[in-house]
C-alpha cells in the first residue's frame, strides 16, 4: 500500500460555526470568517487507498508512543479533518494518538479543504453518506497494519456517528470502543437501521449530543448490550456533533469532563 506524508508546524484558525439542528437528518453548519483562537502544533497529513481506489487523507497526531491507543475521528456532514484542529490536541494530551480522517462526504471547515472528497469528485465517485464504508474501513485498515496500536477507538460525528455502529457491529475484532455525537437514524444500511447494528455491539459506547437530540437516538442506545453511557447538556441545549468541544463553546468543559471520564476507562 503506498502512502503519502505532509508535515506540517503552521498557525491554524478556528471559525465560529452557527446553525439549526435537525432530529431528521445530519447536520451541515454554516461557516462566519470571525477568528477566535489561534494555536500552533505538530501533526502530519498523510494518504492511503481504499478498496475502490479511493486516495483517503488524515492528519495524524501522535505525540504519544506509537502502541498508544488510537482514536480515529470522522467528522460531520460538510465538514474535513480539520474540525479537531483544536480537539485531537486535547485527546493527544489525554494519552491517546488521533488520526482524524477526510471522509468522502464532506467539503471544508476551519479553512481545511476535504482532500478526499476533492479526490472522489475527481474520479467520479458517489459522495452519500453510506459511500464513505470503504474510507471508514481503509483508515481502520492503515491504523492496525501501519500505525498498530493496542486498540482502536471509533469516534463519530453525525452521519459518521450512525455509521460507527454499523462498523463496531461488523468489525469487532478491530474497533474497541465507539464514540457517538449526535447519532440518529439517517439511513439504512443493507436494508437494516441503525438501531439493528446497535444490538450486536459488543464493546463500550459513549453518545453525546444536544438536547433536544437525545430523541432520536434513545431507541438506538437502548438497544446496546454492552456497557454503555451517555451525556447531554445540564444547564444548556448543547450543540449538534463534535464541534460541541470545541473551546469556544461556553459549555465545552462540561461536555470534556463527561466524555474525558468514558475515555480513561479505555486506557
Known amino acids: 500500500m503506498k502512502k503519502s506524508v505532509i508535515f506540517y508546524l503552521l498557525p491554524i484558525t478556528f471559525a465560529i460555526f452557527s446553525g439549526c439542528v435537525s432530529t431528521e437528518k445530519p447536520v451541515t453548519i454554516k461557516q462566519n470568517p470571525k477568528i477566535i483562537e489561534r494555536k500552533k502544533y505538530s501533526f502530519q497529513t498523510l494518504s492511503f487507498m481504499s478498496q475502490d481506489n479511493l486516495k483517503v487523507y488524515a492528519d495524524y497526531y501522535s505525540k504519544n508512543t506509537k502502541h498508544s491507543p488510537l482514536i480515529i475521528i470522522y467528522h460531520q456532514a460538510g465538514f474535513s479533518r480539520g474540525a479537531f484542529r483544536s480537539i485531537a490536541p486535547r485527546l493527544v494530551n489525554l494519552g491517546f494518538n488521533v488520526l482524524a480522517v477526510d471522509l468522502r462526504a464532506g467539503e471544508m471547515v476551519n479553512q481545511v479543504i476535504n482532500l478526499t472528497h476533492k479526490e472522489a469528485l475527481k474520479e467520479g465517485k458517489s459522495t ?12 481502520i485498515q492503515y491504523a492496525k497494519k501501519t500505525i498498530k496500536p493496542r486498540k482502536i477507538i471509533y469516534w463519530g460525528s453525525s452521519y459518521s456517528a450512525a455509521l460507527g455502529f454499523y462498523m463496531a457491529a461488523t468489525h469487532p475484532a478491530e474497533i474497541n470502543a465507539l464514540l457517538a455525537y449526535s447519532p440518529g437514524e439517517y439511513f439504512k444500511i443493507e436494508g ?75 486506557k
Open 128 to 139: 452519500e453518506f453510506v459511500d464513505v464504508i470503504p474510507d471508514l474501513e481503509a483508515s
Open 192 to 266: 437494516k437501521n441503525i438501531e439493528e447494528y446497535a444490538a450486536k455491539i459488543k464493546v463500550p459506547v459513549f453518545i453525546s449530543s444536544s438536547r433536544k437530540e437525545k430523541a432520536s437516538w434513545e431507541k438506538i442506545y437502548q438497544a446496546i448490550p454492552s456497557k454503555k453511557d451517555f451525556y447531554v447538556p445540564s444547564n444548556t441545549e448543547g450543540h449538534h456533533g463534535t464541534f460541541a468541544l470545541s473551546a469556544f463553546y461556553d459549555d465545552s468543559e462540561e461536555n470534556w469532563q463527561a466524555v474525558t471520564a468514558f475515555l480513561k476507562k479505555l
